[in-house]
């Protein structure tokens, strides 16, 4: 492995992060969204603040995380991707801000009409800004970027294949925050709510499901480079997240619990590395390659450095918080 | 160029913004964790209840610092995709570290934060000291990669103009930052200082003298004030080295036109071709400012090439006036407060010495936008300096201007948000006490039943 395949590694590590606990954040906006009225959505939506607030800041980290790497590591790859994608790149960003501010904002407000207002700001952008994301990442595996830059400003991600890549961003938070939220419910020991979850986690399993099927489809036609890795290569990748995704459904409908986590996680774990093999060697398929879009050898060292620091000081770190939150010892 | 124009402002403006929220999030924790280390040591629960009052407040402020500072590093693709295709492998190196700081940051803010009641005491306490670091840390590598566009060292190009080869140590220790990033680690304990002072002085100028409020101004004025003189230092030997290393920024800001020796310092005045006009004039101070003798020879404008000088030099030479006026007056108010504090151990007691604390965060505000003036504006029209011009950075794309009315229309709107919502926890906390805890945006969750959206 070269020091660039390194540091894609390191960039796909984190969006692997991003896609579960970013993915699963914007899911608890999702289900907020849709929760129904003000007295019919108040338990979910205390479930999902309660659930949500301690760790939403740091789940976002790592978005910059990968800015960063991707601009420090691969600068060529940056400015092409920002150059083309930039009008989903901006709504994402403008989704982040909103997102943002409803939630940090909604509870100190006590004026009902204000707080509804809030509350809508953040369940409408958890559902836009995840969208966005898939657009453009859609948009680079379908091999829409070129390689200077400059690509279409519409065309290059209103297209199937990047829009439905936004729908299942859309669905797989949805999912994921719907199993965690079975998980927490039933921490907290509210049956109704563990139940009240779990349909709505195997909903949004189904629907993820199909949408990738039909990805799949789509990648046929019009990601032909990716397709081939992908059912070649990738293909254990593709069978691990499909069984897992399955075995997950069925212990939702059976009721059981056990390994649910763990099932419904690896399952997109699978998919976003599934993704990254159907890339490889390309950063954009097809026109730039890993390699061709690296920086220079010492950048590459310090992105690794930075990295394994940040192992050994954030992740100790981060378990510690969701360790308190799971003990209940954050929520005064 | 309409674009270059838009784009400038649209980064000059979020900038703006994220610096000042930036700036507590510097220096807010070990404001807070002081007053939590009187209570604790003292048994002070005025103390303690500020300390907890201000970090519901810091949750505030640190959530919209996340959102801009997130729409920061879109931005740096999005206005400016050239730049970093060409530098985002040397320039990159800082932000990366940043990333660690920034994680850990925001992981112990939330432990420290939710942990008031559940953990001890003392553990409570040092769960808050990594934030204390984790804000320096962050800063150093936000500004040392500002420091790297004024002084850009440690990489090499091929004829085509590629970055080759790096040195990240030389990119990170680049020349300014050992100005540059104390420079903005001291305004971001002075801002966050003087501006928390300056809220409890407007409360007791309405009258409200209680011993919460005297604290409340007492400790974050003491911090600020402290770091007011070295802060003068610090500027003085910044203006020493970018007089060095950047004439074409120090001669704008100056105002100065020939090159030559027995310069004149300039304060205040509307610079043109042909000098100051309207200003005070004390001969020979300028160069004895650069060089600490009226002989030094100090560059002019006139000898740098026209497309190479920056523009706008009213505008850098008054902001460079204003930041070194306020920082001079705010270091006369720490003198102020010194003195009677030295011989009667206690606040100065008239209404002017509030009204000057009540102003004073202001001041520290617009010293900061004044300094970050002088720094950008200066730099003109390079975005890093000497190598790359902001011109060729810029995007191609379209609609620029449009983003900027709507960034402004948000930020406007996120502004009066977070502001209302501080005010309305204020207002909560004066009527009801501390009983309600339930009501920040990071609090405990509610009670069910009682959530809404
Ligand atoms: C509370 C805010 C504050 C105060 C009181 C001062 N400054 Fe400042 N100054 C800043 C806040 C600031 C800053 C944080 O906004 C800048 C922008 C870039 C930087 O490193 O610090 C800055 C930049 C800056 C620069 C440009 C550095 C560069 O371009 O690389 C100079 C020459 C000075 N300052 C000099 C001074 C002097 C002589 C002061 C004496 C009173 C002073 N500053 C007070
Ligand atoms: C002198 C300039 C800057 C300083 C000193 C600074 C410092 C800080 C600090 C201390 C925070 C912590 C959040 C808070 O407490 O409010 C923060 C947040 C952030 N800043 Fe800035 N910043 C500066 C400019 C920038 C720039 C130019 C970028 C763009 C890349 C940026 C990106 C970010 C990001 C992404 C966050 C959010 C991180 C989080 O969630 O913790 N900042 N900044
Ligand atoms: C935080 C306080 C800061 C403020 C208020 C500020 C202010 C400005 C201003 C006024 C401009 C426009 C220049 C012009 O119109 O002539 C600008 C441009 C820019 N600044 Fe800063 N700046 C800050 C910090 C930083 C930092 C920390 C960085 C990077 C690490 C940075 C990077 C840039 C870039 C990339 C541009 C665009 C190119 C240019 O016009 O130079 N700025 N900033």
Redesign the pocket.
Known sequence: MTKADVAAVILWIGATLYAVFGGADFGGGFWDLIAGGAERGERPRARIQRSLTPVWEANHVWLIFILVVLWTAFPDAFGAIMSTLYVPLALAALGIVLRGAGFAFRKSIRRLELRRAMGATFAISSVLTPFFMGTVVGAIAAGNVPADGNGDAFSTWIQPLPILTGALFVATGAYLAAVFLVADSRGAGDGEMEGYFARRALAAGLAAGALAVVGLVLLHSEARYAYDRLTAEGLPLVILSALCGLAALALLATGGRRGLRPLAVGAVVAVVWGWGVAQFPYLLPTSLKISQSAAPGPTLDSVLIVFLAAAVVVLPSLGLLYWLTQRQLLDE | MNNLLAA?EL??FT??F??VLASFGIAFPAIILIANWLGLKRDDADALRLARRWSKAMAVMFAVGAVTGTVLSFE?GLL?PR?MERYGDAFGIAFAIEGIFFFTEAIFLAIYIYGWKRLSPWAHFWSGVPMVITGIGGAFS??T??AW?NQPQGFTLDAAGRVVETEPFKVLFNPAWGYEVPHMILAGYMVTGFLLASIYAVGTLRGRRDRLHRLGMLIPLTVACIAAPIQIFVGDTAARAVADHQPAKFAGFECVQETGPNQTEYVGGICTDSGVKGAIGIPDLDSYLVGFSSGTVVTGLKQIPADERP?ANTLLHLSFDGMVGIGTALLLLGVWLAIVWWRRRDIPGTAWFLRAVAISGAAAVAAL?AG??VT??G??PW?VQGQMR?AE?VTRAGGIWFAFAAVVLLYIGLGTGAVLVLRAMSRRWRAEGDGDDAETPYGPAEPIGEASS
């Open positions: 400038r980064m000059a900038l703006a994220h610096i740096f400016w730049f936000v500004v990669a500002n566009m523009p936008w970050w003036i950008e504006v730099r003109q975005i902001t950075a």
